[in-house]
């Protein structure tokens, strides 16, 4: 069965900050990236890190030999142990598409964020 949780008021979390929630045992942290949030598991699927304390920042975009294009910026979340990259949309990370880490649907009602577990 799922369930919506309540975990903060649109005003405590402006766009480029995050909080981290407990729901049920789990450690979640939520984001506003541009004005839209999401939830990801407190957890790095690497060696249990907290991942939320980790930096949001952007990355490296494709591009030619010796050209550097920064990008997706608000958008990566970088683990605090070893600096596996996550994206916090998705929960995929940048180097493996067998890694990622759990994320959360995130519902937005009335000026209130909520979590979907279940």
């Known amino acids: 069965m799922m369930a919506i949780y309540p975990v903060a008021s649109i005003e405590e979390i402006p766009s480029g900050a995050f909080k981290i929630v407990q729901i049920e045992q789990r450690s979640i942290g ?3 990236v541009k004005g839209d949030y999401y939830a990801v598991h ?4 690497h060696q249990g890190a907290e991942l939320c ?3 949001v920042c952007g990355t ?14 608000q958008e990566i979340l970088r683990c605090p142990w070893h600096g596996w990259e996550f994206d916090l949309k998705t929960g995929k990370s940048l180097f493996s598409d067998k890694v990622r880490t759990r ?6 009602e009335d000026g ?4 979907v577990i279940g």
């Open 30 to 32: 939520v984001y506003n």
């Open 42 to 45: 407190n957890y790095c699927p």
């Open 53 to 55: 304390k980790g930096v």
């Open 60 to 73: 490296t975009l494709e591009s030619q030999v010796y050209e550097f294009i920064y990008g997706r910026d």
């Open 103 to 108: 994320t959360y649907p995130v519902v937005v």
């Open 112 to 115: 209130q964020i909520g979590i």
